[in-house]
């Protein structure tokens, strides 16, 4: 029986994983790197670990420890905690973030990928046990979306591909076809609040896979969460990139939308 170890961040997706790993007769082995973990991660997983993020030597140990062949990396951990002083890097931390030529998403992930390689397991395609979560091009909710929301939907989409391309961020929030926001360090839930708050409301968000997307790590998803920033910003619609994205507690999420009126398209 294979076991896999789940560096967990915040959100349901990590419990989601764990649940279908082990419905498939893995072992897992969860880890929560950041404040926040889902409580239900700890039931939901054989063993559960809290670690902090930085702590890479004390996470590696206890991977290898535990006979971990293969390694995921799902929820949500913001760049924000190597800047916020809240998360203290240990040694080997410190060396691999010394070592970066800057500090984008996918030079910092790319280098923990090699990290956990060089500690003799293997990095999982986030999506590779749970690909049924990716919707298939069309609109998910009962409300179809209004000229203008395709309009912004077409525009959004193209945009966040941009910036995905940048390695900025996979988020970007838009009214009539003009950007209120973009997703950088701050994470997805603040740049769509951002994003309301400028754009008064009516907003549209967009949501992508990078054009280079590397599955083992910042695979987009959108879940309850997501869902509640949007009703805070006052958005009407959401579109996200069918077959690339993950959406997370389906029914939930569509019960908000549908609740308050956001129509949702995977284009």
């Known amino acids: 029986m294979k076991r896999i170890g789940l560096l967990a961040g915040v959100g349901r997706l990590p419990v989601t994983f764990a649940r279908a790993a082990r419905g498939m007769g893995f072992t897992v082995i969860a880890i929560g790197v950041v404040p926040g973990i889902d409580e239900e991660l700890a039931t939901a997983a054989d063993v559960f670990y809290t670690i902090s993020a930085g702590e890479l030597d004390t996470i590696l140990t206890t ?15 913001t ?12 040694v080997r931390m410190q060396k691999l973030l010394a070592a970066l030529p800057d500090r984008s998403d996918d030079t910092i992930m790319l280098a923990l990928v090699r990290e956990i390689m060089a500690a003799g397991m293997r990095v999982l395609d986030q999506t590779a046990l749970i690909r049924s979560l990716m919707p298939a091009p069309g609109v998910l ?14 525009f959004g989409f193209h945009m966040a591909k941009q910036i995905g391309g940048l390695d900025i961020g996979q988020t970007v929030v838009v009214k ?44 987009p998803s959108v879940g309850p969460d997501t869902l509640r920033a949007m009703i805070d910003a006052g958005a009407v619609a959401l579109v996200l990139e069918a077959g690339k994205t993950l959406l997370v507690d389906r029914e939930r999420v569509l019960e908000l939308a549908e609740k308050n009126g956001i129509t949702i398209v995977a284009m």
């Open 176 to 219: 009539n076809k003009a950007v209120m926001a973009v997703e950088a360090i701050e994470g997805t839930d603040a740049c769509i609040r951002r994003g309301g708050q400028l754009g008064r409301g009516g907003v549209t968000v967009a949501k992508v896979a990078k054009p280079e997307q590397d599955l083992r790590f910042d695979v």
């Open 141 to 154: 909710t009962g409300r179809q979306p209004t000229a203008a929301e395709q309009e912004d939907m077409k």
């Open 63 to 77: 991977l290898h420890k535990e006979q971990a062949q293969e390694v995921t990396m799902l929820g949500k951990v």
């Open 79 to 90: 760049k924000e905690l190597l800047f916020s002083g809240t998360t203290r890097p240990d």
